[in-house]
């Protein structure tokens, strides 16, 4: 009877035990998993972009005159030495044929005493040069003094400075003599001979600024010519982004209305950074990429929006680990990794950072379970129930 009252006794205080840790042991925090796995990796910049025409023309009236109506519109092809435009030269007036000649005699008269300005400043650069000479040899024989030697040498030194700036100001004014001439050879008094614009390269037309026929003075721009061939993309990074890319790298174009990516490189980075305003109104350094397509850009024209990923590096058959699991720990990246249904936090070594894992060179290896936007909650040897 003893040992029954004793056995019973053990069993009731080890199902009271059992009992009472059911129902006071902590429960297990719900956490979300990931699995570490081996992979590839891409780290890249991204920004939005455009096209651009490489080589823009802008096409203007040589001659003031009449401005005869296009008939080309935005979008036609154009070859090279093709017209493009006429211009019916207007013819000069009595009155303004008569004031060119005027300040062409006055040219020609300012020309002819600016030569002869020169020729008299010729003249006494040589006397003071032979009076130099002389000077000098009679200096040596000890006949003057080192004074009127030196005097001479000055003298000398303001005659060629005085040659020098004559033959300047004749110079000057044969340059207004051509200039008044130029004046004159631009009209005539013939109004059947109109003048071409002329395409300088095969290519598209841009934009036209002017269509209809109207008056235009020389330099007057008229239409705007791109060059197809040389379809290059521009897209503005943030410069902290910017100074980690390098010509030569690989980018990819996505958003661009197609329905595969095209792949392109960079060219040139800019030298210049410039300053702009972003949506939030915080003011943004930001530096032009160029990149060049190196795939056929299809169906894509002049200003056309796209995205740009510029490829920074790219990994074989590494270790990733979702950036949601990782944390700082002080100065060091963490994590935490379930084992034996509990939370052990681990550092890690990072490498290079993905859109959505990064490379972990150290801390954890393929198969690990690690717990994916941890909360405050879960802490070293805490019981968890992870879910995928």
């Known amino acids: 009877m003893k040992k029954r009252t004793l056995a019973v006794t053990i069993s009731s205080v080890s199902a009271i035990g059992l009992l009472l840790f059911a129902i006071f042991r902590p429960s297990a925090i719900v956490v979300e998993s990931a699995i570490v796995q081996r992979g590839d990796l891409e780290e890249i910049v991204e920004q939005e972009g455009k096209t651009r025409m490489h080589d823009h023309f802008v096409l203007s009236a040589q001659v003031a005159g009449r401005l005869r109506r296009i008939?080309?519109?935005?979008?036609?092809?154009?070859?090279?030495?093709?017209?493009?435009?006429?211009?019916?030269?207007?013819?000069?007036?009595?009155?303004?044929?008569?004031?060119?000649?005027?300040?062409?005699?006055?040219?020609?008269?300012?020309?002819?005493?600016?030569?002869?300005?020169?020729?008299?400043?010729?003249?006494?650069?040589?006397?003071?040069?032979?009076?130099?000479?002389?000077?000098?040899?009679?200096?040596?024989?000890?006949?003057?003094?080192?004074?009127?030697?030196?005097?001479?040498?000055?003298?000398?030194?303001?005659?060629?400075?005085?040659?020098?700036?004559?033959?300047?100001?004749?110079?000057?004014?044969?340059?207004?003599?051509?200039?008044?001439?130029?004046?004159?050879?631009?009209?005539?008094?013939?109004?059947?001979?109109?003048?071409?614009?002329?395409?300088?390269?095969?290519?598209?037309?841009?934009?036209?600024?002017?269509?209809?026929?109207?008056?235009?003075?020389?330099?007057?721009?008229?239409?705007?010519?791109?060059?197809?061939?040389?379809?290059?993309?521009?897209?503005?990074?943030?410069?902290?982004?910017?100074?980690?890319?390098?010509?030569?790298?690989?980018?990819?174009?996505?958003?661009?209305?197609?329905?595969?990516?095209?792949?392109?490189?960079?060219?040139?980075?800019?030298?210049?950074?410039?300053?702009k305003i972003s949506a939030l109104g915080v003011e943004e350094q930001r530096v032009n990429v160029i990149c060049d397509f190196t795939s056929d850009p299809e169906n894509l024209e002049d200003a056309y929006h796209l995205e740009v990923q510029v490829i920074l590096w790219q990994g074989h058959n590494v270790i990733l680990v979702p950036s949601s699991a990782l944390f700082r720990a002080g100065q060091e990246w963490a994590a935490f990794v379930i084992r034996d249904k509990k939370a052990h936090r681990v550092p890690l070594k990072i490498g290079h950072h993905g859109e959505v894992n990064w490379e972990v060179l150290s801390g954890l290896n393929q198969g690990d379970k690690v717990i994916v936007h941890p909360s405050s909650a879960v802490a070293e040897g805490i019981h968890v129930r992870p879910i995928s």
């Open 71 to 275: 008939d080309l519109h935005a979008g036609d092809s154009v070859h090279a030495g093709q017209t493009v435009a006429w211009v019916d030269p207007a013819s000069i007036e009595p009155r303004q044929r008569a004031v060119l000649e005027a300040r062409l005699d006055a040219a020609l008269s300012a020309h002819l005493q600016a030569q002869a300005l020169a020729a008299r400043a010729q003249a006494e650069y040589d006397q003071t040069a032979k009076d130099l000479a002389r000077g000098q040899e009679l200096y040596q024989h000890g006949i003057i003094s080192k004074d009127a030697f030196d005097k001479a040498k000055t003298t000398e030194t303001t005659a060629l400075k005085q040659l020098r700036a004559a033959e300047s100001a004749a110079q000057a004014a044969g340059f207004q003599v051509e200039e008044v001439r130029s004046a004159l050879l631009v009209y005539t008094d013939r109004s059947d001979l109109p003048t071409p614009v002329i395409a300088p390269v095969d290519g598209r037309v841009l934009r036209l600024l002017q269509q209809s026929e109207t008056v235009v003075s020389p330099g007057s721009p008229i239409l705007e010519i791109g060059y197809t061939p040389r379809l290059e993309i521009v897209a503005d990074f943030l410069t902290r982004d910017a100074v980690k890319i390098h010509p030569g790298m690989s980018a990819r174009v996505t958003d661009w209305g197609g329905s595969a990516p095209l792949s392109a490189r960079v060219r040139t980075i800019e030298p210049g950074a410039f300053t």
